[in-house]
């Protein structure tokens, strides 16, 4: 399964503008099914973008099969209002994919930051 960024902002959003910290056991979004979600939720808590709660695999303790979300950390809840306009999301996109033929995370959350100085002339 391939990394959606464009998913993992529709999550970050979602779980900033939830209401309470309660963990997150499955979202909807059209697109996706559950299995990419999910997928998407383990991804988010490696790279340390959300804070979640764990289901560990029986035969290997080490190895998290479920992530529930239920907030973002610091770093993330800047890349979530970076991204929230939807012209310069999809200008720093475009950028990024023009570039480098993929989107990375980091990239293009500091892509998202100087278009967005840009735009307020800092």
Known sequence: MKRNPGLVRKILIYLEEKPNDEMVKSLEFDGFNSHEVMYHFILMDQAGLTRCEHEISSTTPDRAI?????S??????????????????????????????GLTIGVLKALLVAITKESVRL
């Open 72 to 101: 973002l950390t610091w770093q993330e809840h800047e890349f979530s209002e970076a991204s929230r306009n939807e012209t310069v999301w999809n200008k720093a996109k475009e950028i990024v994919i023009s570039k480098s033929g």
């Open 66 to 70: 479920r992530a529930y979300p239920f």
